[in-house]
């Protein structure tokens, strides 16, 4: 069964004058349940790809699915949820209050304990009272991830959830963040800049092309599940890994001479 | 009652062409008044910048000076120019008292936004240069100043029509020429369209004096990061590591016995007149001495009418200005085409044009409320608006990709962000508020405080017009004050503001 899909998806921007084809004639589909990254260099259109189907954006030219229903639908049955590399926290609610928010705007009361379970599950059941300038960055995110799993989402929306994080963050992070979509396997778009989390995490990984040569090819991940750190000292994840640091600069001239 | 009012404004809203006629009839006398106020205006902006430019570098220098003069500084911010215009009439002579309030009025604007500039240097390019082996004279010439800039020019631009009420407000408490003299006497003689050609001269004049400003330092506030900077937002003696001192319940104490101090030190510096100037001690007697008992129910009376006639028109302009505020957020096509009229009207002086608007609305609480709900709402309708834009964008986002709308995003998202804008927004507006009130009062209905202040100053009651000026700065700064701790207590008990934090939890700078 088809979860997120896209066809022939475009998007154009006009900046200063000139048009700017964040994607142009764009093609996924990955299939239900299922946990697809997304990597590529800045710039490349895979926010905007997002973007697009958090129903925050419409495309200029092309369609969009999830589930097989338009996007604007699930959007507004309040089935989406999103993270970004801001938590997007407001300050001013603590971090139960914050979770409850998603309620709010699907106007739908919590069940008894269902704030403090998602606390829980995300492991923050003690900070339930703290303020977002009182936890740290990782914490900021697991609330974050704890909102947008809140209404039991069928699809989640996840865009550099911990780019702003240390890589030691960022590991203990992503392996919670498996053990929380292990229990659910909702329908998964993660954007990411780093290989080793798009490996970690992922099925499938999708590789987007920077402009002039569009090219997006996708890699399937085929490490078992749960992973874990021993996960990282396979020679499958590393060989993986590989392959995708070689796609990324695969359209670059002279990677040898490469200054970065 | 409408037809009343209808009639009323027929007869004090004249053709445009009238205007126009009269503007052109009376072009050589506008043109001296004119000459008149803009030269009173001049020299007291260049006083007033000066002093307080001097004032902000050797508060950065040298910060014991800073640690005992900022909270004079915080408390003049606080000051209704209108109060101490009675009091400056009788202190100065000749154009004296109207070149002095021209100064004030730009002083403190100017030394907050020096402050806020001089400090805002990135701690990073101090650490650059001294690493260079740069001293403290290298980091404040080379870092400091040129950092400064942006939000000095800010200052300066603010300034030009503010000098320009500082020295009509002078006019107003007694002079033969300029434009505030000529208004005044248009008002009072029911000369309806010369009152509108000189109040549409003035403003002309306001507006002239801001884009000339703007377009000089507009190079400057491009280099600036900080938007509110950017938008000529005034500096908010309240933000950042200024807050302590005005939260502190202290505050009024501390202020009140530099006060007391200094105004003991001026008059014996200057040898003042004990006729004219009275010591606070005189102060003390007026309230408690003999007699004590019918100055206060004197001064309580007249006090009230002035609360009243400020608070109905405090609450009206902001709320109006919150009102608006929201529905242009929501509508961005409209605000596109509103926010420039709105940012060019925020630059005429509206108290200046208390005359005319007491000619159109009369003599009563409309007059005065529409005053000072213009004074409060323009200033007001900025701020917040910067204040909605402050959410970032992804809170904004999460709540739409959620499912929510844009009035869903603007009642859990936006009004929070805003909240901190809006107290900025209400110190800014209750010493305007008071200043517009008290104005109106002694131009426009003929009672309150405003008016009470003027009278004893007209009958050489000099006790009363002290005691009242102390009462009324005192009030002023009591609810600036007051507000400051109520900002305390929504924030959740002294935390940093969280217009700070948002700022550290942007993208790049958490964990």
């Given at each position: ?104 705007v699907a106007g739908a009361a919590p069940g ?127 060989a993986a890994c590989d392959r995708l640091t ?15 | ?338 926010m420039p009229a709105v940012v060019f009207l ?166």
């Amino acid at each position: 069964m088809i979860g997120l899909e896209a066809r022939h998806v475009s998007r154009r921007f006009v900046l200063g004058g000139a048009a700017v084809d964040a994607l142009d004639g764009f093609d996924l589909e990955t299939p239900r349940g299922s946990f697809t990254a997304l990597i590529g260099r800045s710039g490349c259109g895979k926010s905007t790809l997002l973007r697009l189907f958090a129903g925050l954006d419409r495309p200029t030219a092309g369609e969009l699915s999830i589930h097989g229903r338009p996007v604007e639908e699930l959007r507004a049955r309040h089935k989406i949820g999103v993270a970004f590399q801001d938590a997007a926290l407001l300050p001013w609610r603590s971090a139960a209050a914050n979770i409850r928010l998603a309620f709010e705007v699907a106007g739908a009361a919590p069940g008894p304990g269902a704030v403090s379970s998602l606390l829980e599950r995300v492991g923050l059941a003690r900070f339930s009272g703290a303020r977002p300038a009182q936890l740290s960055g990782g914490m900021r995110q697991r609330v974050a991830i704890a909102r947008a799993l809140a209404t039991d989402p069928e699809v989640l929306l996840l865009d550099e959830p911990f780019g702003a994080l240390d890589d030691l963050t960022r590991q203990r992070m992503n392996a919670e963040l498996q053990r929380i979509w292990l229990d659910r396997s909702p329908t998964t778009l993660l954007v990411t800049h780093s290989v080793a989390e798009a490996v970690f995490l992922a099925d499938r990984v999708i590789v987007m092309g920077s402009p002039p040569r569009r090219l997006a090819v996708a890699i399937d991940i085929p490490l078992e599940r749960p992973r874990s750190r021993a996960t990282l000292r396979t020679e499958a994840f590393h060989a993986a890994c590989d392959r995708l640091t070689e796609l990324l600069f695969a359209d670059e001239s002279d990677p040898g001479g490469a200054n970065p | 009652m409408s037809a009343l009012v209808w009639s009323a404004l027929v007869r004090a809203v004249p053709a445009p062409a009238a205007v126009l006629h009269q503007l052109w009839a009376d072009r050589a006398t506008l043109t001296a008044n004119g000459a008149v106020t803009l030269r009173e205006a001049a020299v007291g902006y260049l006083w007033g910048n000066g002093a307080a430019l001097v004032m902000g570098g050797a508060f950065v220098r040298v910060p014991w000076i800073e640690r005992s003069l900022l909270r004079i500084a915080v408390a003049g911010y606080c000051l209704p120019l209108v109060v101490v215009g009675p009091i400056l009439v009788v202190l100065f002579s000749g154009d004296g008292a109207k070149v002095a309030l021209a100064a004030l009025s730009v002083f403190f604007t100017t030394l907050l936004c020096a402050l806020q500039g001089l400090k805002a240097a990135p701690p990073a390019s101090v650490d650059v240069v001294r690493s260079l082996g740069g001293g403290s004279q290298t980091i404040f010439w080379r870092v400091r100043v040129p950092g400064a800039l942006p939000a000095v020019c800010a200052g300066l631009r603010i300034g030009a029509p503010t000098a320009l009420l500082g020295a009509v407000i002078g006019e107003y408490f007694g002079a033969n020429d300029g434009l505030g003299a000529a208004l005044v006497q248009a008002q009072s003689a029911y000369e309806v369209a010369r009152t509108w050609a000189i109040a549409l001269a003035l403003a002309v004049l306001a507006g002239v004096l801001y884009g000339a400003l703007a377009l000089a330092t507009a190079p400057a506030a491009r280099w600036s990061m900080d938007d509110a900077v950017a938008v000529g937002l005034p500096a908010d003696p309240a933000a950042g590591e200024r807050g302590p001192i005005l939260r502190s319940s202290g505050f009024l104490l501390w202020s009140a016995a530099w006060g007391i101090g200094l105004w003991y030190l001026a008059i014996f510096a200057f040898h003042l007149d004990h006729y004219f100037v009275k010591t606070p001690l005189d102060v003390a007697r007026y309230f408690f001495g003999p007699g004590g008992g019918a100055n206060r129910t004197e001064l309580a009376g007249a006090l009230g009418t002035t609360l009243v006639d400020t608070g109905v028109g405090l609450a009206a302009g902001m709320g109006l200005a919150i009102a608006a505020a929201a529905l242009l957020a929501l509508r961005p096509g409209v605000e596109a085409v509103v926010m420039p009229a709105v940012v060019f009207l925020r630059s005429i002086p509206i108290v200046a044009m208390t005359p005319l608007i007491a000619l159109v609305f009369g003599r009563g609480l409309l007059a005065v409320t529409v005053v000072v709900s213009l004074v409060v709402f323009f200033p007001t309708l900025v701020i917040v608006r910067s204040g909605l834009q402050a959410a970032p964008r992804a809170a904004g986002d999460l709540v739409l990709a959620m499912g929510g709308n844009a009035s869903l995003v603007m009642r859990k998202v936006r009004a929070g962000y805003a909240l901190p804008w809006l107290f900025t927004a209400a110190r800014n507006a209750v010493p305007a508020a008071l200043g517009g009130a008290i104005l109106a009062e002694w131009l426009a209905t003929g009672a309150g405080a405003g008016n009470l202040l003027v009278v004893a100053a007209s009958e050489s009651r000099f006790d009363t017009l002290w005691a009242g000026s102390v009462v009324l700065v005192l009030l002023s700064g009591g609810v600036y004050a007051g507000l400051g701790m109520v900002e305390r207590a929504a924030q959740g008990g002294g935390r940093p503001s969280y217009r700070r934090a948002a700022l550290l939890s942007a993208p790049g700078r958490s964990g």
